[in-house]
């Protein structure tokens, strides 16, 4: 296309001499030769003419001169017009051929539907009718090409496997889009690093032409990622022959990645194995029954606990004889009817046979056609549970009682017992503190307690909601309420088994009797206080008289005495 170019191109120098100019040129020599030689000829004849007719030397010289510059304008003008007329033909010859050589050009530059539109019926338009024929018929070709040749493209560039085409030679000829994704993947990856280990099956396919199949791996340069590669080698060219010296397609080389599907073959062992394993760990015994009723397969738990033989296909193990220890199905067996309803059914029984209480988990075995091939059996041994529920029973029956005893107990005591929580709403209540604020319980429930049992001081119904909110306890304290009433109360916080707050509990004894008989009490303490003082003072008022008389009689006495003394001293007198 690229010298279709060249040759049709409009710089190119040959353009110059087109057939209009040379039309236009032969026709400018043509005429400039006619009109000069018949000038010429014109003008011997006049000169001969007019000398046989005698006229001078200087008027024929003259006449000669004239005719000369007229001729040689009438033939200069007539020249232009003609070339003219011969411009306006030529271009009339060659215009049609320029839309041919501009469609070829157009058609050159790969514009397939480039048409020529002539509008005469000559040479040039049956010329035009064949270049628009041709066109047309290229177009349509081309389009049949592309489209197979894209039908091919999205059929190679889709496969994911690697297309390599190799030559009777060993070398790469092409390869798919396949290869270029695994080389932007791994930018270390190159095409020989296939050939090389492939290369004895590569000689064998040229030998024999033989499919040839192989799986290697491939260890990438400074990685531990190791790649697992399955190869198909097949002929796509002619047999090799010794006098074969040309190099040309000779195989097809399909590598398919299969890295993810031997790591998923691995994985779906592991699973398996994996499975196996958690069957055979699962406590519970399972067992898995055909149609008729036989034992096909069962964990270990179940060989151990039914005593169960060595399973083989076709090898005759009906359940009832390892579960029942007997030689046909007993009456009323819920399996069996789950093998009639294709249903899942639990129970729990006693078997005697095994004796333990069991709980047997049935479940349908369906195939692809929903139609029933047989069963799985879940056994738990529940014989210990069992036992833990009747133990449990019978202390729900403690327990309950309990509770009803306590339940009594807690509407039938004198002291209060109230329920609240952070924000002194009362949860629950006894009938004692219902009777004393004159409401029913229920009426109650929600409501602050200080409403209706709040002390006197506001600083210890302040102690009490700080103790509460820490969620402290609180000792007996006294209490004296708005209704002049006295009560020792105490609270502790209830939490559940997580140790979270649940609720406070106070408790209150009414202790006004108490505290009335404890003022009368000490009323009576300070009246006989007064009264002793009153005889400790009139005591010490007569034992101070006695004191003084004692004083004042050994006084006297002292005084008789020196009286007596002074007697006896005193001289008698004549």
Known sequence: MTKMNKIFSPDNSSAKTSLRNNILMSFFILLSLSGIMINILFQDILQKTLTNEGYPSSVIEHISRHFAIVGSGITITGIIVILCIAYFLSETITRPLKRLTNGMIE??????????????????????????????????????????????????????????VLSNRLNVLSFNRA???????????????????????????????????????????????TLIFSALISRIGEPKTEQDHEERASMLLTITDITERRK???????????WEDTFNAIPDMITIHDKDFNIIQANKAAHEMLNLPFLSPGRVNKCFRYYHGSESAPAGCP???????????TFEVFEPYLKKYIEIRSIPRLNQNNEMIGLIHIVRDITQRMQIEDEHNQLLKVVTRAKIEWEVTFDTVNE?????????????????????????????????????????????LQHCHELIRKEEEMDRMEVKTEDDHWFYVSQRPIRDKNGNYMHTVVIATDITDIKNTQQKLKQSEQDLRKQVKDLENFYEMAVGRELKMKELKKEIKKLNDE?????DHEPVKN
């Open 179 to 225: 290869f270029e994704k695994l080389q932007e993947q791994f930018p270390s990856f190159t095409i020989e690093q296939f050939i090389k280990p492939l290369h004895e099956e590569l000689n064998k396919n040229l030998d024999n032409g033989e499919t040839q199949k192989k799986e290697f791996s491939i260890q990438l340069e400074g990685s531990d990622i």
């Open 107 to 164: 058609l050159a530059k790969g514009k397939w539907e480039t048409r020529i539109s002539v509008n005469s019926h000559d040479e040039v338009s049956q010329l035009a009718s064949g270049f628009n024929f041709m066109a047309e018929h290229i177009e349509g070709a081309l389009k049949e090409l592309r489209s197979a040749m894209e039908y091919t493209d999205n059929i190679v560039v889709s496969v994911p496997s690697i297309l390599v």
């Open 563 to 567: 009286l007596s003394l002074y007697k």
């Open 416 to 460: 209060f017992i109230i329920l609240i929580d952070k924000e002194f709403n009362i949860k629950r209540c006894n009938r004692s503190f219902a009777e004393y604020t004159g409401l029913s319980a229920g009426i109650l429930i929600n409501k602050k307690c200080y409403d209706y049992f709040s002390p006197c001081d506001p600083s210890e």
């Open 264 to 274: 998923m073959k691995e994985m779906v062992l592991q699973s398996k194995q994996d």
């Open 335 to 345: 399996s069996c009817k789950c093998m009639v309803t294709a249903e899942p059914a």
